[in-house]
């Protein structure tokens, strides 16, 4: 059966530019995304024309500079925007979620001149980004990554391989990390890959449990020539760059997952309601009925975190502990509450005709991307008590 339209969210917003905003999504994720997400995640259809449509509706760019053509919206909306995509379908949502994280390097780092060359089109021109890290022997250890960029002239030759790509094949332009120096974290350097680059191709996408519609592969860079007016900072500072790309980034996979969540929910509830067993809605059930309330309560409590942390980054004020909390808690809920989704409509649960299964499996990614859960709890000990090994 096709997937149920996400039920309004109760949002305290901080302007009324943001109420409109959060009304476009909604109109967009009701008609464009919602009625084909189930057909065409379930075919493995990554929804290209939707991504145009979010650019030209000025919402691949919320959180950026209006100079360069992003919306300068604070991340306490952004992330909401994020959320709202993520209940409609989280192929889309975490697309928008990896664009943005690909498109920080340069809007945070780049010279003026690279701004204005590159980040209109990237911003709003229809373009997609990827974002490259991860390799196939470094993934929580991100600071043993082996790609290596030579300096040749003007010009820098990058040869190695990075794994788990959102959008591998796909986009159009890959910020990419590779060793230009010394082993360890100091000898990494942040780098803009137009996608058409001569020597980059993608491996066949992998093959995933879940979110089918967002393509992940492996990218590989033999021999690849950029000038070194794509390089992004100071050589050596691409680590650096990364991590503090990362602590945003896991801020919008924190509020996809309480996306995922409150779809979960709202099928819950539905389903309880309409669902009659012994004479009466399974939803007057009081171990239902307590299932449904404490999935309520673990969604408003990782939403309050995620906007908790959203509200510190734009003041400007340190967030990197909240952003790893909010990641931490919002996908474990995520995973929690649409367990409890597929067992609140018990076989039907588990059956492909409804989106209970499908939210399952999808939420299981999101303790994985951009740190595990376990990385995570690693980074807010070093906050609480310090490096190890001192």
């Not at 590159?118 to 229809?126: E, Q, R, T, W």
């Given at each position: 059966m096709p997937d149920r339209a996400p039920q309004p969210v109760d949002r305290q917003l901080p302007t009324d530019e943001a109420r409109d905003l959060i009304s476009l999504v909604r109109e967009i994720a009701l008609r464009e995304i919602a009625p084909s997400a189930a057909e065409e995640e379930d075919a493995g259809r990554f929804p290209r024309e939707v991504f145009a449509l979010l650019s030209e509706s000025g919402l691949l760019g919320l959180p950026y500079d209006t100079e360069h053509g992003g919306g300068e919206q604070p991340y306490e909306v952004y992330l909401q925007v994020l959320e709202e995509l993520a209940a409609a379908r989280l192929t889309v949502g975490l697309g928008v979620s990896v664009h943005t994280l690909a498109s920080y390097a340069l809007a945070a780092y780049g010279t003026k001149e690279?701004?204005?060359?590159?980040?209109?089109?990237?911003?709003?021109?229809?373009?997609?980004g990827a974002y490259c890290l991860s390799e196939p022997a470094s993934g929580s250890d991100a600071a043993s990554l082996r790609t290596k960029a030579v300096r040749e002239g003007d010009d820098w030759v990058i040869t190695g391989t990075k794994a788990w790509i959102t959008h591998g094949g796909i986009a159009d332009f890959y910020t990419v990390m590779a060793r230009t120096g010394e082993d360890g974290p100091r000898g990494i350097t942040a780098f803009l890959v137009p996608g058409g680059a001569e020597g980059l191709s993608a491996a066949v996408p992998e093959k995933k449990m879940g979110l089918k519609g967002s393509p992940t592969a492996q990218v590989h860079l033999d021999g690849v020539r950029v000038p070194d007016t794509r390089r992004i900072g100071d050589e050596g500072q691409g680590f650096a760059i990364a991590l503090s790309a990362l602590d945003s980034g896991r801020l919008g996979i924190a509020a996809c997952a309480i996306g995922v969540?409150?779809?979960?929910?709202?099928?819950?509830?539905?389903?309880?309601?309409?669902?009659?067993?012994f004479g009466k809605p399974i939803a007057d059930f009081q171990g239902v009925r307590f299932m449904l309330a404490d999935m309520a309560t673990q969604i408003e409590a990782g939403r309050a975190l995620y906007l908790t942390a959203a509200r510190l980054r734009d003041a400007g004020l340190p967030f990197a502990k909240q952003a790893a909390m909010a990641k931490l808690h919002c996908t474990d809920t995520a995973m929690r509450v649409t367990t409890d989704a597929v067992q609140i409509l018990g076989g039907y649960g588990y059956t492909a005709d409804f989106p209970a299964e499908r939210y399952m499996r999808e939420a299981k990614v999101l303790q994985i991307v951009e740190g595990t859960n376990q990385i995570q709890r690693m980074v807010i000990a070093r906050h609480l008590a310090g490096p190890e090994g001192r």
């Open positions: 690279q701004q204005a060359e590159h980040l209109p089109a990237m911003l709003g021109g229809g373009l997609l969540a409150q779809a979960a929910l709202d099928e819950a509830v539905t389903y309880a309601a309409e669902r009659r067993q």
